[in-house]
């Protein structure tokens, strides 16, 4: 990927609806959204990353639209702050996990396009920093993986129908237009069987397959609630939980536990065999 193509993007003034550039990835791949933020999106991600890794398959990541992105400390002056200026952790970890080179900065535009560094929803952040999203890196980052990977990882922002700019384009949309199956990250906790139900009718509502679910950050000790949940979501979505990942001290924003990688092998392992002959 040439850096000038990125450079050309950025001076374009005037705002381009996503729909009129984006198209569907073409290629195998999986869309990761959530119930809602701060679900472990990244985390799971990461470990699915890590799993297909495992397989030897050429996977790609890209964290579409990420915002709460802190400065890169080599770029930028402080105002007026580029996509480039930023750094994106959630992109990083999921790059690391698929053997990427973060020190790249062409490969992260692919990986990372669009950044904001207000840490709300992206339309909001939008507004914040007065620029709205650029789609023709978006565009250009999901060219490059139709060439330079085997299987892509989308990741999305917040949950399923969080705006990402004024015209609110959501997540949603995004996914979409993509066209890739999803995995919903989701919880098992009090409230979990609404919030994941609220999340999959609505994906299923834009014909989007629902691969499974995947719940992240459940409680070593089971009470009736967990336990509850974890049994009673598969049954009532009507798809299989592909994993459940324990809540653990080691995942941080810079590494996900190899065990997650471990749970989340065989359902990357029958996906890409399934995907792979069609």
């Keep these: 990927m040439k850096s000038d193509k990125f450079n050309e993007v950025e001076e374009l003034k005037t705002p381009v609806h996503p729909n009129k550039i ?35 398959i050429r996977v790609g990541v890209c964290k579409a639209v990420a915002s709460g992105c802190p400065k890169n400390p080599n770029r930028g ?26 020190t790249n900065e062409d490969i992260m535009r692919a990986i990372s396009p669009i950044r904001f560094a207000a840490p709300v929803s992206p339309h909001v952040a939008a507004q914040i920093e007065n620029r709205e999203p650029d789609w023709n890196r978006l565009a250009l980052a999901i060219n490059y993986w ?20 004024r015209r609110l384009f959501t997540i949603a949309d995004l996914a979409q237009i993509l ?44 009470d009736i609630s967990v336990q509850s949940s974890l049994d009673e979501l598969p049954q009532l979505m009507h798809t299989p939980m592909l994993a459940v990942l324990p809540q653990d001290s080691q995942v941080t924003l810079t590494h996900v536990p190899t065990n997650f990688v471990d749970a989340l092998e065989p359902f990357a392992r029958q996906w ?6 069609s």
């Design 179 to 222: 066209a890739l199956p999803t995995v919903v990250v989701t919880g098992a906790y009090l409230g979990t069987l609404n919030h994941t139900s609220l999340t999959v009718e609505s994906i299923r509502a834009r014909n989007i397959p629902v691969v499974g679910l995947v719940a992240n950050r459940v409680p070593i000790e089971r």
């Design 22 to 56: 984006l198209s569907a990835f073409g290629k195998p791949g999986l869309f990761i959204t959530g119930t809602n933020t701060d679900i472990g999106k990244t985390t799971v991600t990461g470990a699915l990353a890590g799993a297909f890794r495992r397989l030897n």
């Design 77 to 102: 002056n402080g105002k007026h702050l580029t996509d480039d200026d930023l750094l994106s952790p959630d992109a990083l970890l999921a790059a690391t996990m698929a053997g990427l080179d973060t």
């Design 272 to 277: 890409w065999n399934q995907t792979a002959r």
């Design 146 to 165: 139709r060439e330079a990977c085997d299987f892509l990882l989308v990741e999305g922002a917040g949950g399923w129908l969080v705006p990402l700019n």
